[in-house]
C-alpha cells in the first residue's frame, strides 16, 4: 500500500506555544514547515488558560496571535488530529509517517457554521471545560479553535443523521476513516509540551473521587472569562465558595508517584489562580499548603509577595490526606511545619491540586531521540546548546525537554528554530561542497 509523500525543509511537532514560535521563525526565514498536532486544534495547553504569570495577561490574547498567524503564513502548513507514527533518518532526510485520524467531516468541505453542533441532540461532558459542562457529539473545540472544523466523537454518536441533514456542505462523512501519509524533511523541532500527574494518582488525595476536589487545569477553566458558569462556583452543588484552598506538590517531588523532580511552574501558577480567586470570589478565604514557594524567574518574588499582600494565606505544611467532609467541604489532614508544628485539620469548600508535569509524549519506539531519567526528552549539551537532542538533525523545544513556564518555552523555541536554521543552511553548504 503506497503512502503519500509531502516534502518540507522543516517538521515541528507539537502545536502548543513553543511549536507555533519555532515554526514561525522558521518560516518567517522562508523555510516551508510542517506543523504536525495530536488535537483538534493548534494552540496546546496555553490557549486553555486564563492568565499568565507575573504580568496577568490574557493567555489568549497572546496565543491566539501567533495561531492565526502560523494559519496564515503561506510557508506553514499545519496538520491537526495526527498521530506521529515513526520519525526516521536516513542519509540527509528525516521522514515521519503520520496518520490523520477520523474527524468524521470532511476539512475542505467544512466552513465552520456550527449547524452540525446547534443540531445535535447527544450531550457528553466537554473536557475542554474541564468535564464542568456539556458539549455535543459534534463540535467545534473551542470557540478559537484552528482550524474551525467539526469533530464528530464516534463513541458517543447515536447516528441519528440531524448533523448531516442540516449541513449546508455536505461535509459530514461517517464513513470517512484514517490516513497515512509521510512527511519528508531536513529537520525537525519535537516540542510536544506535557500532560498534568493524573488526578487518580495518589489514593491519599482521594483518588479524583471527591467532588470539590480539582486540577489547577480545571481551576483555569473556572476562572476564564469564556468558563463554564461564567463565575467561580463550586462543582457539587454550584455553591460560590467561602474557603478554597491550593495543595502544592500534589503531583512533583514524591518518589511514591516516581516523581521525584519539582516541576517548576506549580508555585507561580497557584499563586496567579490565588490572586484571580481574591477579585472572583473577594468574600473567600484562599490559603496555600507549601513545602516551599520557588519563585524563581524575574518579577515572581514580587508577584509572591504581592499575592501576600492581597490576603491570600500561606501555609508551610505537607497536606498528607484529603477526604470528603460535611455538606460537601473538604477536609485536609497536614503537618505544620511553623506556629509549633504538629498534625491538624482545615475544612475547605473548594481545593485545587497543584499537580506537576510529566511528558506529553515520549519517543519510545517512535523514533531514536534518546530519554532521561525522569522521560523527558534527553538534550546533549543542556548547559551550552539545551535544544541539542542526541538525533542529528532533531532538536527539542518547550516541556518537551522538562518542566519550565511559558517565558522559557518561548526563549527554547527561538534557540530551536536558530539551531535548527544553521543546521540546514549548513547541510545546504556541504551538499554545493561536494557537488
Known amino acids: 500500500m503506497s ?7 522543516a517538521l515541528v511537532v507539537g502545536g502548543g506555544i513553543a511549536g507555533l514560535q519555532a515554526a514561525l521563525d522558521l518560516a518567517d526565514q522562508d523555510f516551508k514547515v ?5 488535537d483538534a486544534s493548534i494552540g496546546g495547553k496555553m490557549i486553555r488558560l486564563s492568565k499568565v504569570f507575573p504580568t496577568l495577561d490574557c493567555a489568549s490574547c497572546i496565543t491566539t496571535p501567533k495561531m492565526s498567524a502560523a494559519a496564515h503564513h503561506p510557508n506553514i502548513t499545519s496538520f491537526t488530529y495526527c498521530e506521529l507514527k515513526s520519525l526516521k533518518k536516513s542519509g540527509g532526510e528525516i521522514t515521519a509517517l503520520v496518520t490523520q485520524k477520523a474527524r468524521f467531516v470532511d476539512e475542505i468541505k467544512c466552513i465552520g457554521c456550527r449547524q452540525c453542533e446547534y443540531n445535535c441532540p447527544v450531550y457528553v461532558p466537554d473536557e475542554e471545560q474541564g468535564g464542568f459542562n456539556a458539549r455535543r457529539a459534534i463540535y467545534v473545540p473551542f470557540t478559537n479553535a484552528i482550524p474551525q472544523v467539526a469533530l464528530l466523537d464516534a463513541k458517543n454518536c447515536t447516528l441519528c443523521g440531524k448533523c448531516a441533514k442540516v449541513c449546508p456542505t455536505r461535509a459530514v462523512d461517517y464513513f470517512q476513516e484514517p490516513r497515512d501519509f509521510a512527511i519528508s524533511a531536513k529537520t525537525a523541532v519535537l516540542s510536544t509540551g506535557f500532560e498534568l500527574t493524573p488526578m487518580d494518582a495518589k489514593e491519599q488525595y482521594g483518588q479524583g473521587k471527591i467532588p470539590n476536589v480539582i ?4 481551576m483555569e477553566r ?3 472569562p469564556h468558563g463554564p458558569y461564567n463565575r467561580v462556583l463550586r462543582p457539587s452543588d454550584g455553591m460560590e465558595p467561602d474557603s478554597i484552598a491550593f495543595v502544592q506538590c ?3 517531588r514524591d518518589k511514591s508517584l516516581g516523581i521525584p523532580y519539582c516541576s517548576r511552574v506549580c508555585c507561580m501558577y497557584a499563586i496567579k489562580q490565588a490572586m484571580l480567586l481574591s477579585g472572583a470570589v473577594p468574600l473567600a478565604d484562599i490559603t496555600i499548603y507549601y513545602m516551599d514557594i520557588r519563585a524563581f524567574g524575574k518579577g515572581y518574588e514580587q508577584f ?16 498528607a490526606q484529603i477526604e470528603s467532609g460535611e455538606n460537601g467541604t473538604v477536609k485536609l ?3 505544620a511545619q511553623e506556629d509549633g508544628g504538629g498534625l491538624r485539620v482545615a475544612d475547605h469548600d473548594l481545593v485545587i491540586l497543584s499537580l506537576g508535569m510529566i511528558p ?8 531514536s531521540v534518546s530519554t532521561s531519567s525522569d522521560a523527558f526528552i534527553k538534550t546533549v549539551k543542556p548547559r551550552i546548546a539545551p535544544t541539542l537532542t542526541d538525533m542529528e538533525g532533531v532538536f527539542t523545544a518547550g516541556v518537551a525537554a522538562g518542566p519550565k513556564d511559558i517565558v522559557d518555552t518561548i526563549v527554547e523555541a527561538d534557540a530551536a528554530a536558530m539551531e535548527a536554521s544553521k543546521y540546514m543552511v549548513s547541510m545546504e553548504r556541504t551538499r554545493r561542497t561536494a557537488a
Do not use: R
Open 333 to 335: 489532614h497536614y503537618e
Open 215 to 218: 486540577t489547577a487545569l480545571q
Open 360 to 367: 506529553g509524549w515520549t519517543p519510545g519506539s517512535v523514533c
Open 250 to 252: 500534589a503531583g512533583s
Open 34 to 38: 510542517a506543523i504536525v498536532e495530536k
Open 304 to 319: 509572591f509577595q504581592n499575592s501576600k499582600a492581597m490576603g491570600v494565606e500561606f501555609t508551610k505544611g505537607k497536606v
Open 3 to 9: 503512502t503519500d509523500k509531502i516534502e518540507f525543509d
Open 222 to 224: 473556572l476562572l476564564a
